[in-house]
């Protein structure tokens, strides 16, 4: 068994194209790509991947999925040897058990800290915008930035008073758990280990979202200089058990469509530069946060774009220290420019004074490829001194050395040798003298690693043997008795979260247990209420969170409702379920999570953990024509998602008026089976069945009017 937060590893470092490319030439074709399907002889391209969704399919032959399910069908491997095939290309350990009481309060834990940030992120925004200081303090700082309301609200940004636990005391209010604010980091004890305060007290915050947009972190800035015992501008989340610095971007949830659009991603330093980069109008902008660029970071980048343009400030300050991250980009294949900004500006000063036009035009014609840049850099500081020319030349080499293309290796030698006047093969020589040593490096860390994992592995050996001997004679299993407390933010949604999650398999397989018809179970999928059936789902997966509706509550107060609690509602007030137990499992679910404030369907279910549902999820989304495009005489399209309200009862209307009809047909055919026939019991039993299908249709038709008729 591979447990969820490994199977979370995988899915989030697999790139889709990265993997497909091994196995299918691929050309960029606008957003996605395209090539030759490998599951079918064909002459045209018809295979299309999506780094963005991170699916592809043949629109020929109809298969794909996720990254997955890709490897299953290519290497004819199970869901789990798929997995394992992916960690072991890029190098994620997997240990193979079943999960222990820890690990599954460890999961508990995780799906816990998000609700607790969550709140935070609402508690600050609502000081920012409802109190006295928010406004007085925090907004004024943000107006003085430059900040439109909309950026503002785009980025959460919310705002803590000076009152050093005013959060923890509203949390705890609340029924949020002392120990879930301690492990956000949202909160720390004093040293008399009693008293709780606050870490980001007296600052304008600045949530941290992960590439799946859920907020795993925090950062704050102070504006009060006469603040108390403030020593940092800036103040950060530590790490947690849902929150590691070297793997997150600052940016990369709300960057990531914008940088498979423009294929190049910006790299900036701080929070503000990538907010002001944004409110100019270039988004595809991210930032590392002030800490080196890590092999974890680049990957991310890499799932959308080989391209990267680093910004730096006019000054130059910094940037012979940040060399090692951009040879790291290199190491990754990165296609690396960089572009220094005027003097005295930084990416956050010049997007207030410049809009994306001028902006990218400025990056357009200043920006450089690194090598050049490193070189002139270099050159400049080393002036005529021998010594540091040498060292000069030995850190350019170094750095083409860990190209992994050997063309471009190539190219950068040639280029380096006309601009360093150095023989072309003393500067091959010396690279590949480079690239050899780090081969042997590398063998040497192998072995080092693999050294320690034996030693761990025989001193764990050794403890559990101790323990062992230690333990004879007393009963085995009174350790598996222990009460795990609970884990959770709330005393009603978190403190038993395992306890839900078991009752929400269990509410999903009574589901579909319960499902009886008289249609045969397979053979549907030429039927027309089948593909019905499938419209409905596929408007679950792509927009099952969206609002397609209000409704007046007793109080006369609009309330929202979401595609899926719409559909939902809908099929049961007319009893009617749907015939797939696939998607019946998926509207189950898309139930239990679609009040969860970062649920987001799509994304839910194409990294679903059964293999099943995340294939049928990945060819919904991954469908490339629309339920119903409007063309109107202005040249305007109209998507699925601007007429939810009118498409989903269509739809709905469509589906119930079509399974009725096969219901009904495949009952009456069930009276002429000459057992049923000389069942009295039965045949009444069928009877009675039919008589209720027929009155749900009549009473579909009563309030459907002539639209239905027509449908009929």
């Given at each position: 068994?591979?447990?969820?937060?490994?199977?979370?590893?995988?899915?989030?470092?697999?790139?889709?194209?990265?993997?497909?490319?091994?196995?299918?030439?691929?050309?960029?074709?606008?957003?996605?790509?395209?090539?030759?399907?490998?599951?079918?002889?064909?002459?045209?391209?018809?295979?299309?991947?999506?780094?963005?969704?991170?699916?592809?399919?043949?629109?020929?032959?109809?298969?794909?999925?996720?990254?997955?399910?890709?490897?299953?069908?290519?290497?004819?491997?199970?869901?789990?040897?798929?997995?394992?095939?992916?960690?072991?290309?890029?190098?994620?350990?997997?240990?193979?058990?079943?999960?222990?009481?820890?690990?599954?309060?460890?999961?508990?834990?995780?799906?816990?800290?998000?609700?607790?940030?969550?709140?935070?992120?609402?508690?600050?925004?609502?000081?920012?915008?409802?109190?006295?200081?928010?406004?007085?303090?925090?907004?004024?700082?943000?107006?003085?930035?430059?900040?439109?309301?909309?950026?503002?609200?785009?980025?959460?940004?919310?705002?803590?008073?000076?009152?050093?636990?005013?959060?923890?005391?509203?949390?705890?209010?609340?029924?949020?758990?002392?120990?879930?604010?301690?492990?956000?980091?949202?909160?720390?004890?004093?040293?008399?280990?009693?008293?709780?305060?606050?870490?980001?007290?007296?600052?304008?915050?600045?949530?941290?979202h992960n590439i799946t947009?859920?907020?795993?972190?925090?950062?704050?800035?102070?504006?009060?200089?006469?603040?108390?015992?403030?020593?940092?501008?800036?103040?950060?989340?530590?790490?947690?058990?849902?929150?590691?610095?070297?793997?997150?971007?600052?940016?990369?949830?709300?960057?990531?469509?914008?940088?498979?659009?423009?294929?190049?991603?910006?790299?900036?330093?701080?929070?503000?530069?990538?907010?002001?980069?944004?409110?100019?109008?270039?988004?595809?902008?991210?930032?590392?946060?002030?800490?080196?660029?890590?092999?974890?970071?680049?990957?991310?980048?890499?799932?959308?774009?080989?391209?990267?343009?680093?910004?730096?400030?006019?000054?130059?300050?910094?940037?012979?220290?940040?060399?090692?991250?951009?040879?790291?980009?290199?190491?990754?294949?990165?296609?690396?420019?960089?572009?220094?900004?005027?003097?005295?500006?930084?990416?956050?000063?010049?997007?207030?004074?410049?809009?994306?036009?001028?902006?990218?035009?400025?990056?357009?014609?200043?920006?450089?490829?690194?090598?050049?840049?490193?070189?002139?850099?270099?050159?400049?500081?080393?002036?005529?001194?021998?010594?540091?020319?040498?060292?000069?030349?030995?850190?350019?080499?170094?750095?083409?050395s860990v190209i992994p293309?050997?063309?471009?290796?190539?190219?950068?030698?040639?280029?380096?040798?006309?601009?360093?006047?150095?023989?072309?093969?003393?500067?091959?020589?010396?690279?590949?003298?480079?690239?050899?040593?780090?081969?042997?490096?590398?063998?040497?860390?192998?072995?080092?690693?693999?050294?320690?994992?034996e030693y761990t592995k025989?001193?764990?050996?050794?403890?559990?043997?101790?323990?062992?001997?230690?333990?004879?004679?007393?009963?085995?299993?009174?350790?598996?008795?222990?009460?795990?407390?609970?884990?959770?933010?709330?005393?009603?949604?978190?403190?038993?979260?395992?306890?839900?999650?078991?009752?929400?398999?269990?509410?999903?397989?009574?589901?579909?247990?319960?499902?009886?018809?008289?249609?045969?179970?397979?053979?549907?999928?030429?039927?027309?209420?089948?593909?019905?059936?499938?419209?409905?789902?596929?408007?679950?997966?792509?927009?099952?969170?969206?609002?397609?509706?209000?409704?007046?509550?007793?109080?006369?107060?609009?309330?929202?409702?979401?595609?899926?609690?719409?559909?939902?509602?809908?099929?049961?007030?007319?009893?009617?379920?749907?015939?797939?137990?696939?998607?019946?499992?998926?509207?189950?679910?898309?139930?239990?999570?679609?009040?969860?404030?970062?649920?987001?369907?799509?994304?839910?279910?194409?990294?679903?953990?059964?293999?099943?549902?995340?294939?049928?999820?990945?060819?919904?989304?991954?469908?490339?024509?629309?339920?119903?495009?409007?063309?109107?005489?202005?040249?305007?399209?109209?998507?699925?998602?601007?007429?939810?309200?009118?498409?989903?009862?269509?739809?709905?209307?469509?589906?119930?008026?079509?399974?009725?009809?096969?219901?009904?047909?495949?009952?009456?055919?069930?009276?002429?089976?000459?057992?049923?026939?000389?069942?009295?019991?039965?045949?009444?039993?069928?009877?009675?069945?039919?008589?209720?299908?027929?009155?749900?249709?009549?009473?579909?038709?009563?309030?459907?009017?002539?639209?239905?008729?027509?449908?009929?």
């Amino acid at each position: 068994m591979i447990d969820q937060a490994t199977i979370d590893r995988i899915l989030d470092t697999a790139q889709i194209v990265d993997v497909v490319s091994d196995f299918v030439t691929l050309r960029k074709r606008g957003v996605n790509y395209v090539g030759l399907c490998p599951f079918h002889n064909e002459k045209t391209p018809s295979f299309s991947v999506s780094p963005s969704k991170g699916v592809c399919k043949c629109f020929s032959c109809g298969k794909g999925g996720n990254v997955v399910h890709f490897i299953m069908e290519h290497e004819q491997l199970s869901y789990y040897e798929a997995l394992k095939w992916l960690a072991k290309k890029y190098n994620i350990e997997i240990k193979e058990r079943e999960l222990t009481d820890e690990e599954k309060q460890s999961h508990s834990l995780r799906e816990s800290l998000f609700v607790v940030n969550q709140f935070a992120a609402e508690y600050f925004q609502d000081i920012l915008y409802n109190n006295v200081d928010g406004q007085s303090i925090g907004m004024t700082y943000l107006r003085q930035r430059g900040f439109r309301d909309d950026i503002i609200k785009k980025f959460q940004i919310g705002f803590s008073t000076e009152a050093k636990d005013a959060l923890a005391r509203t949390a705890i209010q609340k029924g949020y758990k002392p120990e879930m604010l301690i492990k956000t980091g949202l909160c720390f004890l004093k040293d008399d280990g009693k008293t709780m305060r606050d870490r980001f007290w007296g600052r304008v915050i600045f949530p941290v979202h992960n590439i799946t947009g859920k907020i795993v972190a925090f950062g704050g800035r102070v504006l009060n200089s006469e603040t108390k015992h403030v020593q940092m501008k800036y103040v950060n989340s530590p790490e947690s058990e849902i929150y590691h610095k070297s793997r997150e971007l600052y940016g990369i949830f709300f960057a990531k469509q914008s940088i498979i659009r423009q294929d190049r991603c910006y790299l900036v330093e701080g929070y503000t530069d990538v907010i002001s980069m944004h409110q100019s109008g270039i988004e595809n902008v991210v930032a590392s946060s002030g800490t080196a660029l890590t092999t974890d970071q680049i990957r991310l980048i890499h799932r959308f774009t080989n391209n990267i343009t680093v910004l730096y400030d006019g000054d130059g300050a910094g940037i012979k220290a940040s060399i090692r991250g951009i040879d790291m980009l290199l190491e990754e294949g990165m296609n690396i420019k960089v572009c220094l900004l005027p003097d005295g500006e930084d990416p956050d000063s010049f997007a207030r004074k410049h809009n994306a036009t001028e902006y990218q035009a400025y990056i357009n014609n200043n920006e450089v490829d690194f090598i050049r840049f490193k070189t002139n850099l270099l050159m400049e500081e080393a002036g005529k001194d021998p010594i540091k020319r040498a060292e000069l030349i030995s850190s350019i080499v170094k750095s083409i050395s860990v190209i992994p293309e050997e063309i471009v290796r190539s190219v950068y030698i040639k280029e380096c040798s006309t601009l360093l006047n150095m023989e072309e093969k003393i500067l091959l020589d010396a690279t590949v003298r480079f690239i050899e040593q780090s081969v042997i490096n590398k063998e040497k860390e192998t072995e080092r690693k693999k050294q320690r994992e034996e030693y761990t592995k025989r001193q764990a050996e050794a403890k559990q043997g101790a323990n062992t001997d230690g333990n004879k004679g007393e009963d085995s299993s009174a350790g598996n008795n222990t009460e795990i407390s609970g884990a959770g933010a709330t005393p009603t949604s978190i403190n038993n979260a395992s306890d839900i999650e078991t009752a929400q398999k269990e509410s999903v397989a009574e589901f579909v247990d319960n499902y009886t018809s008289y249609i045969p179970i397979s053979g549907n999928e030429n039927k027309v209420f089948y593909e019905q059936e499938r419209n409905l789902v596929k408007m679950i997966i792509r927009y099952g969170e969206k609002i397609v509706c209000y409704i007046e509550d007793e109080n006369s107060e609009e309330l929202p409702i979401t595609v899926t609690e719409y559909i939902s509602s809908s099929l049961k007030e007319d009893d009617i379920q749907f015939h797939n137990p696939i998607h019946r499992k998926i509207l189950k679910e898309a139930e239990n999570n679609v009040n969860t404030d970062t649920f987001t369907a799509e994304k839910y279910f194409i990294a679903h953990p059964d293999p099943e549902i995340s294939k049928t999820a990945a060819d919904m989304a991954n469908d490339r024509y629309q339920l119903s495009n409007l063309y109107y005489r202005t040249q305007t399209i109209i998507t699925d998602e601007e007429r939810l309200y009118e498409l989903v009862p269509r739809l709905l209307l469509e589906f119930k008026i079509s399974i009725l009809k096969e219901e009904m047909k495949h009952t009456m055919q069930a009276l002429n089976n000459p057992e049923i026939a000389s069942d009295p019991k039965k045949c009444a039993e069928i009877m009675t069945h039919f008589r209720d299908l027929s009155e749900t249709q009549n009473i579909i038709m009563k309030h459907a009017g002539d639209r239905a008729m027509g449908l009929y």
